[in-house]
C-alpha cells in the first residue's frame, strides 16, 4: 500500500482527506460555548472561526494587526 493510499483513505471516524470541516461538525451544537482561536484571520483558522459560528459558538479570535483582523 502506497503512502498515498494511506492518506487518501477514509479512517474510522468515518471521515477522511476528502472531508470538510461542515461534514465533520454536522450535529454538534455549541450554543453557549465560548472558543478561542488564534490565527482566525486566514487560513485554517478563518476555516474554524467560520464553522464553528456556523455551529453556534462565540468566538474569540487573534490577528497579527489590527488591519488583518478586519476582514
Known amino acids: 500500500m502506497s503512502l498515498y493510499s494511506l492518506i487518501r483513505r477514509i479512517g474510522s471516524s468515518g471521515f477522511g ?19 478561542l482561536v488564534t490565527g482566525g484571520n486566514s487560513g485554517i483558522g478563518r476555516k474554524t472561526v467560520r464553522v464553528l459560528t456556523m455551529r453556534g459558538a462565540t468566538v ?3 490577528a497579527r494587526s489590527e488591519s488583518k483582523a478586519r476582514i
Open 17 to 35: 482527506y476528502g472531508s470538510t470541516a461542515e461534514e465533520v461538525s454536522a450535529g454538534l451544537d455549541l450554543t453557549g460555548k465560548c472558543i
Open 60 to 62: 474569540l479570535t487573534t
